[in-house]
T-cell receptor, first 115, second 114 residues
Framework: DAGVIQSPRHEVTEMGQEVTLRCKPI?????LFWYRQTMMRGLELLIYFNNNVPIDDSGMPEDRFSAKMPNASFSTLKIQPSEPRDSAVYFCASSFHIGGGTEAFFGQGTRLTVV | TQLLEQSPQFLSIQEGENLTVYCNSS?????LQWYRQEPGEGPVLLVTVVTGGEVKKLKRLTFQFGDARKDSSLHITAAQPGDTGLYLCAGYPGGGGSNYKLTFGKGTLLTVNP
């Protein structure tokens, strides 16, 4: 299995532009997580889906952020408009959740820089 | 929100030394996990502890889950430069139900010098 695949690996964009991050979870997994990692705040959970349905988006910082999971093999995180404070590494993770203690498998992340 | 506090935030030691890092919360977790993250990569699971008081060993690493399932520790014996990395604890909330929300502490950045 190729693991969780994220694209792009690096993104540099100008303030005000729309940014779309993409994630392909591991086939057969039923849960998908989007995290943001910064030195100051660590690894923050933005949103997670179970069976393609958003379960908890309380970590999404503002209305500028939106996430979708149209099918079991694809998810996007969109920032519109982007701001310099959105600069961070964004991780997607997936798991097959059957109870407590399920392992989350992470992609390699997208390093976003907003200038 | 269930917060996980990790300490210390940074730790720099010499090869061969022992160390312990901590993960604490005021909330109960159904399980706690420890992940290790290397630069440019996503976190990778080391271990999951589920039962209060549980101790698990992985070679030179020993993990313990507190009796009340609110805290955990990671002990490394005879650290090696290859142990260098960011160690993250993560937890699934307690209370039963179908809450799959996996939250992380900020991590302990460990540097083991040769």
């Amino acid at each position: 299995d190729a693991g969780v695949i994220q694209s792009p690996r690096h993104e540099v964009t100008e303030m005000g532009q729309e940014v779309t991050l993409r994630c392909k979870p591991i086939s057969g997994h039923n849960s998908l997580f989007w995290y943001r990692q910064t030195m100051m705040r660590g690894l923050e959970l933005l949103i997670y889906f179970n069976n393609n349905v958003p379960i908890d988006d309380s970590g999404m910082p503002e209305d500028r952020f939106s996430a979708k999971m149209p099918n079991a093999s694809f998810s996007t995180l969109k920032i519109q408009p982007s701001e310099p404070r959105d600069s961070a590494v964004y991780f997607c993770a997936s798991s097959f959740h059957i109870g407590g203690g399920t392992e989350a498998f992470f992609g390699q992340g997208t390093r976003l820089t907003v200038v | 929100t269930q917060l996980l506090e990790q300490s210390p935030q940074f730790l720099s030691i010499q090869e061969g030394e022992n160390l312990t890092v901590y993960c604490n919360s005021s909330s109960v977790f159904s399980s706690l996990q420890w992940y290790r993250q290397e630069p440019g990569e996503g976190p990778v699971l080391l271990v999951t502890v589920v039962t209060g008081g549980e101790v698990k060993k992985l070679k030179r690493l020993t993990f313990q889950f507190g009796d009340a399932r609110k805290d955990s520790s990671l002990h490394i014996t005879a650290a090696q430069p290859g142990d260098t990395g960011l160690y993250l604890c993560a937890g699934y909330p307690g209370g039963g139900g179908s809450n799959y929300k996996l939250t992380f502490g900020k991590g302990t950045l460990l540097t083991v010098n040769p």
